[in-house]
């Protein structure tokens, strides 16, 4: 879904710097035409240099984002490909991360706010992290929202000593205590048969107390939303 997402997404800037370079293909030909004919006005030579610079700047823009699209993905893969450690600061790594999941929410028209500040510095694992949100974002698209109601997710970090805390939290349908009670099982799941596993917070559960070495707790109930709290520490330990 990731891969078809984002292939989605650089498709569109792609695709409008051909259509831009292509007009100004057509606008030059027709420019030297009529220099060539000795018919080219001064009205002709302002056009010409608005539509290139137009043009110009569209195929700036789309491969920029498309470039930046990349970029975004390229680590996401290098990070999920491996449960090596690194170095890394959060706010960067959240844009990063927040880039490459667009496509599992934004086709719904739902919305995630980031807020994290600046100088948050990390030792863990990048890969597990990312999987984390992943989950959660998906587990939050799939059961989380009403079936054609627009919803937000807040992704919110802040370190105190040697903890990262992370809260996410949705404005959705919230779950009963029962379901509450069981959303860390294996394979549980409401929505067997479309597109749920039982997995998703079942190995964000395991990713969360056992690789990154913390704990997470989540808060929920019908029509309020659902709050997970996670705290890790800032270097995780080795071995």
Known sequence: QLVAGVAHEINTPIGIAVTAASHMRQTHAGFTTKA???KLSRNDLERWSETIDEAGRLILGSLERA??????????????????????ELDAFLEEVGFALQPTYKRAGHHLLIDCPEGIHLDTYPGALFQVLTNLIGNAVLHGFEDGKVGTM?????????????????????????????AFDPFFTTRRGSGGSGLGLHLVYN????????????????GQGTVFDIDIPRVAPFG
């Open 36 to 38: 060539q004919g000795g």
């Open 67 to 88: 470039h930046t699209l990349i970029g975004s993905f390229k680590q996401v893969a290098v990070d999920q490909s491996s449960e090596s450690r690194r170095s890394f």
């Open 154 to 182: 807040q992704l919110e970090a802040r370190a105190e000593a040697a903890t990262l805390h992370l809260r996410f939290s949705d404005d959705g349908r919230g779950m009963s205590a029962e379901v509450a009670a069981r």
């Open 207 to 222: 990713l969360v107390t056992q690789l990154l070495a913390g704990r997470i707790e989540m808060r929920s109930a019908p």
